[in-house]
């Protein structure tokens, strides 16, 4: 079972990219998702979570301008990043496999993706 991440690349800042996370194979809970970035020279840090019939819930940093969703059919979460910003370049990872308490906290989680680099720059 894993997770693999896509959609990652080069943006200019106020543009957009939708980041895609495909969970494959048996073995991994999709009933709570999530989206973490790691900058660089920083630790990582929650971004976003969801799970059908919650509110979705955002770092203060991106609320307003991303939104996560998922397709339960396909296993396939998404990550709608819109008016990015150059302090939004980090490697992107996706998330499932929830323990509970706070999904803020990457300990919480116990599977993740490799990663996909999102840059923003002019």
């Known amino acids: 079972a894993q997770l693999i991440e896509s959609g990652g690349r080069l943006v200019q800042p106020g543009g957009s990219l939708r980041l895609s996370c495909a969970v494959s194979g048996s073995g991994i809970s999709t009933s709570f998702v999530g989206w973490f970035?790691?900058?660089?020279?920083?630790?990582?840090?929650?971004?976003?979570?969801?799970?059908?019939?919650?509110?979705?819930?955002?770092?203060d940093s991106v609320k307003g301008r991303f939104t996560i969703s998922m397709d339960n059919a396909e296993k396939t979460v998404f990550l709608q990043m819109n008016g990015l910003k150059p302090e939004d370049t980090a490697v992107y990872y996706c998330t499932?496999?929830?323990?509970?308490?706070?999904?803020?906290?990457?300990?919480?989680?116990?599977?993740?993706?490799?990663?996909t680099q999102v840059t923003v720059t002019s």
């Open 37 to 59: 970035r790691q900058a660089p020279g920083k630790e990582r840090e929650f971004v976003a979570f969801f799970s059908t019939g919650l509110n979705p819930a955002y770092a």
């Open 96 to 115: 499932a496999d929830y323990y509970g308490g706070n999904w803020a906290f990457e300990d919480r989680w116990g599977a993740w993706g490799q990663g």
